[in-house]
């Protein structure tokens, strides 16, 4: 697995067209130029693999635009040793960017195929995060609670079993709608128990499927 200088250039051009969109984070920044993305595309997307685009990873999944996991995860405001609940792990691609923020990485991925393969995959390029094969929507009450929860697909509702797993002070950020187009939310867990819900803007996801895993 090649990391050439060219891959890196490339990576600093996208940096910089993702400042320019507005990702003012330097952690945030950071973590997506230490990533080699082109390694988590079939070799057929390789030339493709630092614009700012999602492309398609199998299982009828994708890897998100850089832009969208940047965002995502600048709302997150991630904070070292936070233990992380992302659902949809996908490529794992967003799973290594909240470990190079110093997070503890908690993934769920409904889909096998697409599961095996980057379990298999991540540690090859020194990421650990701790992956499970099930249905995202229950999360992982086992492991409960979590500082943060991000979700990576659209939700047609909001996920009533997620708030039960966050932490008081907690923070999930999911796409919310039924539609192509989705609203971005962070939904603040209060100290009194209450949710406060902020809205950021539209995007599109993949839908996150409720009492589905797939083989």
Known sequence: MIDSFKHKGLRKQLIEEIRQ??????????????IPRH???DSSFLEYAYQDKPFP??????????????FQTDLLRVKKGEKILEIGTGSGYQACVLLELG???????????LFDKTREFLPRLGYRPRLFYGDGYKGLPTFAPFDKILVTAAAPELPVELFEQLNIG?????????????????????ADGELRE????AF????????????
């Open 21 to 34: 969109k507005g990702i003012q984070d330097e952690s945030v920044l950071s973590a997506i130029g230490k």
């Open 39 to 41: 390694l988590f595309l």
């Open 103 to 113: 997070a503890k990485v908690f993934s769920v991925e409904r889909q096998k195929k």
């Open 170 to 190: 907690g923070r999930l950020v999911v796409p919310v709608g039924s539609s192509e187009i989705q609203q971005m939310m962070t939904i603040d867990k209060m």
């Open 57 to 70: 990873i199998g299982s009828g999944q994708t890897i998100s635009q850089p832009y969208t996991v940047a």
């Open 204 to 215: 599109r996801f993949v839908p996150l499927l409720e009492d589905k895993a797939n083989d």
């Open 198 to 201: 902020e809205k950021h803007g």
